[in-house]
């Protein structure tokens, strides 16, 4: 490529805070839940850049043509790969997309097709703007973009408040956060200069196995700890996983949670019925992943973000350890702790619309 700026270049980062700030000279936008991608466009060649500096094209064939028809000759954008399915963010759909047979993308690029919504200009023809301000970038970004054919431009404020109504009314459709540019500073490849303020959340889980530690030998220290929801019927799904502990905390729980060790009764041990299983084989796991099964008698609160798939849902990321909570009865633990906000038209945000589906 014959760019001033060819990849790899590292996306500039974030720092995650607890509230959006006030007072602050921040460029707000929404906070996508896709694939942070960079594009690097020079005549007919697209290069589609992953976050760890890998190339995408290959997964996302109608995104890069829809970028060859849309961008000027000679550009690089900071942005995001999304998947939208009625009327909202679709991650899971976006992940499918990562797949190993030529045949099941181009399948998938017709029926879920994902488009780029850019959210940053790094360079134009032979100029790097990446010491320019934010708010540079931004007006020069917003006059190259027109959205249409795949591909959109994401909404900016420097209303603290009207981001606000952003992080809330946003996710139901599929966002996870507000993210917070500094108005007047440069782009910088690989630090965390921006702020990110995620949704939070909690839920009682119970505790229906582990996974050993992969360094240790099996039984020595815990890995991490398999959670489970019960649905409106009080079958007991596996919802995802905790696993941050430090050393002496892995030891400790394999101790504790020796006596639970059952290979007997076991909700996870029957034929599925429809419930969700942990290690169940995936496109990224060709065998069921081992775990070890325990009475599900112990109970323990998480913080989560947010939560994917049809119902039964999953943890989207892992949980995040809160909290033992021996006065909780396993039973009582279900998915309606799990907050479902009110559904939020994806194509209202792509417009920088605020409009409740």
Request: net charge negative.
């Given at each position: 490529m014959a760019l001033p700026l060819t990849?790899?270049?590292?996306?500039?980062?974030?720092?995650?805070?607890?509230?959006?700030?006030?007072?602050?000279?921040?460029?707000?936008?929404?906070?996508?839940d896709g694939y942070r991608v960079l594009v690097f466009r020079d005549g007919d060649e697209v290069f589609l850049q992953s976050r760890s500096g890998k190339p995408l094209n290959r997964y996302f064939p109608e995104a890069e043509a829809a970028l060859r028809r849309t961008l000027p000759p000679r550009v690089v954008l900071d942005g995001e790969l999304v998947v939208a399915k009625d009327g909202k963010l679709d991650f899971d759909a976006l992940s499918e997309r990562i797949h190993p047979a030529a045949s099941r993308i181009?399948?998938?690029?017709?029926?879920?097709?994902?488009?780029?919504?850019?959210?940053d200009l790094l360079a134009l023809g032979d100029d790097v703007l990446l010491e320019e301000p934010t708010t540079a970038r931004r007006a020069r970004l917003e006059a190259l973009v027109t959205p249409g054919d795949g591909l959109y431009l994401t909404p900016a404020t420097a209303d603290a408040s009207l981001a606000g109504q952003w992080f809330e009314l946003f996710e139901g459709a599929g966002l996870d956060g507000v993210i917070g540019k500094p108005a007047g500073a440069a782009y910088e490849p690989g630090k965390r200069v921006m702020v990110k303020v995620k949704h939070q959340r909690t839920a009682d889980c119970v505790v229906a196995g582990l996974r050993w530690h992969k360094d240790t030998e099996p039984g020595t220290a815990v890995g991490s700890l398999l959670l489970g929801l019960h649905d409106e019927r009080g079958v007991l799904h596996h919802v995802g996983v905790v696993g941050s502990f430090k050393a002496a905390e892995r030891r400790e729980l394999a101790e504790e949670f020796a006596p639970l060790i059952t290979s007997g009764d076991h909700p996870w041990l029957v034929e599925p019925d429809g419930r969700r299983l942990p290690g169940e084989i995936n496109r990224w796991r060709g065998k069921h992943a081992e775990w070890v099964p325990l009475r599900p008698e112990r109970v323990l609160e998480i913080a989560y973000s947010q939560t994917e798939g049809a119902a039964p849902a999953r943890l989207r990321h892992n949980g995040q350890f809160r909290r033992w909570r021996p006065d909780r009865d396993p039973a009582s633990c279900g998915y309606d702790q799990l907050e479902q906000p009110a559904r939020y038209d994806v194509e209202s945000v792509l417009r920088g619309e605020v409009r409740p589906a």
């Open positions: 990849p790899p270049v590292q996306p500039m980062l974030a720092n995650t805070a607890d509230t959006i700030p006030t007072g602050s000279d921040l460029l707000f936008e929404p906070k996508f181009a399948l998938l690029s017709e029926r879920t097709p994902a488009g780029f919504v850019a959210f």
